[in-house]
């Protein structure tokens, strides 16, 4: 039986600015699956989870000089997904391992608590649909961003329950 695809709000739909260039192709299907957390506000529905895209992307384009928000996806607690740069655009989430990882960010701090229900079952979704399309190694190794950098990212609690997850796995192991 296959996974339906989530809810995915199109670059238009949310109101994405062009990227600044062309974005480079993803060269077959994705190694990694890298969590993120937007360690910020919130948001519970699709106009404030809308706002908080926006500023993630503006934040990534005008403060850091980025050529597009650097995620593949952004998931909300309204249960949907913001298509960021997609499946076969080359992010900008995780340093080293942008050619080779999909970089999903939940929007929220999850330092002292969990991602709702509605985006917890959003994102593994959304993971399960990637590798059933082709776009995620049916071997893919899930992670953190804090397992390859120094950060807090995804949040003491989000990193704690993608630990007890089928793929993820630990360290800092470089991709061949």
Known sequence: MSTACPNIISREEWGARDPAKALEDMQGPAQ???????AGVSCTDKQDCIQQVQGYQNYHMDDHKWLDIGYNFVVGED????????WTAVGAHTQKYNHVGIGICVIGDFNRRLP????QDTFRQLIQYGVEQGHISPGYTLKGHRDVGSTECPGNQLYKLIQSWPHYKSGTQRYA
Do not use: S
């Not at 249960?79 to 997609?86: P, Q, S």
């Not at 709702?116 to 985006?119: D, G, Q, R, S």
């Open 116 to 119: 709702n229900e509605a985006a």
């Open 32 to 38: 990694y699956v890298f969590i993120h957390h937007g």
């Open 79 to 86: 249960g949907n997904v913001y298509e960021a740069r997609g």
